[in-house]
């Protein structure tokens, strides 16, 4: 069983750059594919961006140029670093895990999750 913990999330100001962790244990995830999702208060979850073992990614339009998803498989981290924050990112930003190499870009793809991290961006 793999537990997924996100950290970094915080406040910051419009404009700014936050990234965000998600280290997992339990066993490796050099073969899964993974992901980030947000929920803003009242909203949906949303997809945010997927990575498959390989390094292949894809991004919400809404995020693309300016968010990057990144992995290191020796530290069984995955990251997520964010550029240009707007408020609308606001959010609490959850880590989840495929039991499959290929990505996916809706969270009933996603098998485990962590408990997520709150970002906070500032007008």
């Known amino acids: 069983q793999v537990q997924l913990v996100e950290s970094g999330g915080g406040l910051v100001q419009a404009g700014a750059y936050r990234r965000v962790s998600c280290q997992a244990s339990g066993r490796s995830i050099s073969r899964n594919a993974m992901g980030w999702f947000r929920q803003a208060p009242g909203k949906a979850r949303e997809f945010v961006v997927t990575?498959?073992?390989?390094?292949?990614?894809s991004y919400a339009d809404s995020v693309k140029g300016r968010f990057t998803i990144s992995r290191d498989n020796a530290k069984n981290t995955v990251y997520l670093q964010m550029n240009n924050l707007k408020p609308e990112a606001t959010a609490v930003y959850y880590c989840?895990?495929?039991?499959?190499?290929?990505?996916?870009?809706?969270?009933?793809?996603?098998?485990?999750w962590g408990q997520g991290t709150q970002v906070t961006v500032s007008s």
């Open positions: 989840a895990g495929r039991d499959e190499a290929l990505y996916g870009a809706t969270w009933q793809q996603y098998d485990y």
């Open positions: 990575i498959s073992w390989s390094g292949m990614t």
